[in-house]
């Protein structure tokens, strides 16, 4: 019985370590084929600004309030290139066979879930739901 005990033990040991070690190994993960944190930021800062060009700041009230609060979020994140931001969003939106419009849904969803797990943000149109039934 100890022999079973101590090789699940070993096993378990053994399986904790190369996870940690694989883990260690791996890329940083940045969004979008970022190269850096502020690459990161400045493609999520053009996303949020992309998608209020396109609202005209005229879409629901609290969509338009939580790309306010992704702006503020991002910006200051962005360093010395916010134009890289762009031309990477641009790079990605117009490619054969990618919709715009849905790039642009899951891109800021990406955003607003790296800000809140990532860096531990807490965006307060969160907070304040959506008003649908599920409220």
């Keep these: 019985m100890r022999w079973i005990v101590a090789g699940l033990v070993t096993l378990a040991l053994t399986l904790f370590a190369t996870v ?4 260690r190994a791996g890329p940083t993960g940045y969004l979008h084929d970022a190269t850096s944190a502020e690459a990161e930021a400045a493609y999520c800062l053009a996303v949020v600004e992309r998608i209020s060009e396109i609202t ?3 879409g629901d009230p609290l969509l338009e309030t939580h790309l306010d609060e992704q702006v503020a979020f991002w910006r200051p994140r962005v360093g010395e290139r916010p134009g890289a931001g762009r031309v990477a969003l641009a790079r990605d939106s117009t490619a054969p066979g990618v919709n715009e419009g849905a790039h642009l849904h899951l891109a800021v969803q990406d955003c607003a879930l790296r800000a809140v797990s990532f860096y531990g943000h807490r965006f307060a149109s969160f907070d304040q739901g959506s008003g649908g039934p599920a409220d």
């Design 20 to 23: 940690w070690w694989q883990g």
């Design 56 to 58: 005209w700041g005229q």
